[in-house]
């Protein structure tokens, strides 16, 4: 796939995008794919940073296709199924209560909080009163973790590669910017997460 993306990165970006709509709609978890496309496009673009913005487009958006299909096959199709979801979550009745209210606030914070199960939340939120537009704006939320995710991939690439290696001098500075900047991207991702988790517990 890396060897093909090389040659064909936009076709590769949209290959990765249509798998992961897939995954998405049949429950397959997506964290390692979000790592695998920090991995896979750095090694195809050959630097961190191409590597990081195409793989994070390819992540959201395919994550995003797929979480608003989900969300219409749980609405129109998969009924029972939704409601059998939402029987396991106690909250959901006040979080449906929240989004008479504050619809798309409700869903940005759902989406940034990386402790509710993102393929579960499409097909549960699918039996709420959530508009169509509310849910798919709500999908912005992602973007946060998914660009820590995918450079954790990145890096994950470049430590393993060796890549930084081949000038010495350096090796120790670009280790220290690669943990760093992982630890940053974390702590934004916890402090953000703690923020909805907080206005989710209200």
Not at 100 to 116: A, C, D, H, Y
Not at 173 to 196: E, H, P
């Amino acid at each position: 796939f890396v060897r093909w993306t090389k040659e064909n990165l936009v076709l590769g970006a949209f290959a990765y995008l249509v798998v992961y709509a897939v995954c998405t709609v049949f429950f397959i978890p997506g964290t390692v794919l979000t790592i695998g496309a920090g991995i896979a496009f750095t090694a195809a673009t050959g630097g961190v940073g191409w590597g990081v913005l195409v793989g994070s487009l390819s992540v959201f958006f395919g994550a995003s296709a797929g979480a608003v299909l989900a969300f219409l096959v749980g609405r129109c199709l998969l009924s029972d199924f939704a409601a059998k979801l939402r029987k396991k979550w106690a909250i959901i009745e006040a979080i449906d209560m929240a989004i008479q209210n504050e619809g798309l606030k409700t869903m940005v914070m759902l989406r940034l909080s990386p402790f509710i199960p993102f393929n579960a939340l499409n097909y549960v939120m699918s039996g709420t009163s959530i508009s169509l537009k509310d849910y798919t704006i709500g999908l912005l939320g992602m973007i946060p973790a998914t660009v820590v995710y995918v450079y954790l991939g990145a890096s994950a690439h470049q430590a393993v590669a060796g890549d930084y290696k081949k000038n010495t001098g350096n090796s120790v500075l670009t280790t220290v910017l690669f943990v760093v900047g992982a630890l940053a991207g974390i702590g934004v991702v916890v402090v953000v997460s703690k923020k909805a988790r907080k206005y989710l517990n209200d």
